[in-house]
């Protein structure tokens, strides 16, 4: 019999552990697929981060996006090696009748090889077919997002979960078969029984605690490997839960830095179009107007920005000038890696058609999230850029110059903003003037919210009669704010997926233990042990791997999240209270989920329990 017909035929007779097993791999793979076309969709693409290529929003989803399918090729290789490693310490016995008949331990490699890639396939075919399909419903149900999809990623994608897979499913079968017949049949092997506990630092807990302690310690492969799943998996429930969470606070605390809150836009009402246009694109393409910018019909005279910041009472006000061109990249020195001490030029002449606009940076609304350095009333000659325009033609932009005009500007900072999708460049209004036909055609006013409506009523009044009209900012900031919330609680979710695997884990580990105990417990039980005091051993051998599972998880997630993921973390109440209950639901679940095979051992009788099938 070939190696794929004895495969086939095995994995029939255990048709329940091989469906565990793919289920568990096609979680996995499913939140990966879902996530790669999700950053396509979002213009976003993974391997910017490696190369340093990533500023402001694609940043952080890169990085989060990057982060959970990391951490999903470790959970799919975690998973497969403890479960194959769980088949192989109950088949240690059949490892041994083989090799005992002649059998080479290359040709048993094989079999389990076999069966092995087997699982994997199928596991990969139905997780990409359930990505896939999630990706495409997600898409239907929010119009925003484009459909993309990048097959040549999701192929890359799956073959390095198959060689993931296969590198830690070979490696528990390798194990599992270096066994010789007389140990392969030996109970005392069986799942790795062969460690004692003998220390004392648990004397002052109660039996209960000792003896499950000291059970998972006589058994520490199957407790270590189990640990590690779960530290994995909660690891990225952490990540995932925990940082979209904070993500979403911070980040609509990023929008809302960059557009104002109680802000409104006075200008000649094709520009008002256009610049709503232009905050959208955030969110959506659209398309505005083409239009002269600098036209002198859309200059604000200075009479009537005075009389607009007298009607408005605003607490701050600021003129700015605002026009499309052509910004070019300009050259750099940066330190040579290959040569320390010395310099290499950067840049290629690279250009794109852009916006700029020009402000005041002591009286500015915005206060950006920046990398590198503000605008000053004194960096005429310095230019803080767009996020995404610094990703699209710059290699190195902090040590490079942009090109606006035949005028060369030292970028000072790059800034995260929605204006025209990060594809903007702030430059001293004063700069600007000396060279443009008109000195404003926008006029930003903060006002109180307290009486926002009466003011918005009092400047729409005043300005009936002329062609300049009032754009009210907080309907965009919300809109743009609601886009990155729902991307959140998208990214949020996922773990399920992979709660679905660690929870089959959990139940696999303590099937398969309490099947090896089952002499133990009857034995205690003979001895006058309560039915009730197994119950609680069982349980508590479980709760201990999740407590120290859950501490591990939350400590790393955390440091993970607060300071590589997320600049500059907002954590408000709300976050943290949903992250304790989601977090806890899970918990919860994987404690309800223990006590089904808990509850088949403690029913048996003495009798029954200590028969044991090998």
Not at 71 to 96: A, H, Q
Not at 142 to 157: H, W
Not at 398 to 412: F, G, P, T, V
Not at 548 to 559: A, K, L, R
Request: proline share 3%.
């Amino acid at each position: 019999m070939s190696a794929i017909s004895f495969a086939i035929r095995d994995l029939g007779r255990r048709k329940f552990q091989a469906f565990l097993t793919i289920i568990s791999l096609a979680a996995c793979t499913a939140s990966a697929v879902f996530l790669l076309p999700l950053g396509g969709s979002l213009g976003i693409e993974i391997t910017a981060i490696l190369g340093g290529q990533a500023y402001g929003f694609q940043l952080l989803f890169s990085r989060f996006i990057a982060f959970v399918i990391i951490l999903n090729l470790m959970i799919g290789g975690l998973i497969v090696f403890f479960l194959f490693s769980m088949t192989m310490s109950e088949r240690t016995k059949d490892i041994g009748i083989m090799k005992a008949f002649g059998c080479l331990t290359t040709s048993v490699f094989a079999i389990f090889t076999t069966e092995l890639s087997i699982v994997v396939f199928l596991g990969g075919a139905f997780g990409t077919i359930i990505g896939i399909g999630a990706y495409l419903g997600i898409c239907a149900m929010v119009p925003t997002l484009n459909g993309y999809l990048d097959f040549t990623s999701t192929l890359v994608l799956l073959f390095g979960f198959a060689f993931v897979a296969h590198f830690f499913g070979a490696k528990s079968i390798s194990t599992a078969i270096q066994m010789k017949p007389a140990e392969a049949l030996s109970h005392s092997h069986l799942l790795g029984s062969t460690t004692e506990f003998t220390g004392e630092s648990l004397s002052r807990f109660g039996i209960i605690i000792r003896v499950a302690f000291r059970s998972l310690m006589r058994r520490a492969l199957p407790t270590r490997n189990i640990y590690l799943c779960l530290t994995t998996i909660l690891t990225l429930i952490t990540v995932a839960v925990a940082g979209s969470l904070i993500a979403s606070e911070t980040t609509a605390n990023y929008m809302e830095r960059a557009i104002g809150r109680d802000v409104i836009i006075i200008a000649h009402k094709d520009l008002v179009n256009n610049y709503a246009a232009l905050l959208s694109r955030f969110h959506k393409p659209t398309i505005p107007e083409i239009v002269n910018y600098l036209s002198y019909q859309y200059a604000l005279p200075e009479p009537l920005i005075l009389q607009l910041v007298e009607i408005s009472q605003a607490w701050r006000s600021e003129r700015r000038l605002l026009y499309d061109t052509t910004a070019y990249e300009g050259y750099g020195a940066i330190i040579n890696p290959d040569y320390p001490g010395g310099y290499q030029f950067v840049g290629e002449g690279r250009s794109s058609q852009t916006f700029v606009m020009g402000v005041e940076p002591s009286k500015t609304v915005a206060n950006w999230l920046i990398e590198g350095e503000p605008l000053t009333d004194n960096t005429l000659d310095c230019a803080l850029i767009g996020n995404n325009l610094a990703t699209q033609i710059f290699t190195s932009p902090l040590d490079q110059e942009i090109i606006i005009s035949e005028k060369n500007y030292k970028i000072a900072g790059v800034c995260i903003d929605p204006f025209n999708n990060g594809n903007v460049t702030y430059l001293h209004l004063n700069s600007l003037i000396a060279h443009a036909p008109i000195t404003c055609n926008l006029l930003l006013l903060k006002i109180s919210p307290g009486n926002h409506s009466q003011t918005l009523d009092r400047l729409g009044t005043f300005l009936a009669t002329t062609d300049f009209q009032i754009l009210e900012l907080n309907s965009n900031l919300d809109t743009n704010i609601d886009f990155l919330q729902s991307i959140w609680t998208l990214i949020m979710w996922l773990p399920l997926l992979s709660l679905i695997s660690g929870g089959i884990c959990l139940y696999v580990f303590l099937t398969y233990t309490i099947s090896v105990q089952q002499q133990e417990f009857s034995i205690m039980r003979a001895i006058g042990a309560k039915q009730n005091t197994v119950t609680k051993i069982v349980f508590m051998q479980a709760l201990l791997i999740l407590l120290t599972s859950t501490i591990s998880s939350g400590c790393i997630g955390f440091v993970l999240n607060l300071l590589f993921l997320i600049p500059e973390p907002v954590i408000s109440v709300h976050s943290v209270v949903s992250f304790s209950f989601l977090f806890g639901a899970t918990i919860l679940f994987l404690t309800v989920l223990n006590l089904y095979p808990i509850w088949r051992i403690t029913r048996k009788s003495i009798t029954q329990a200590g028969y044991r099938s090998n």
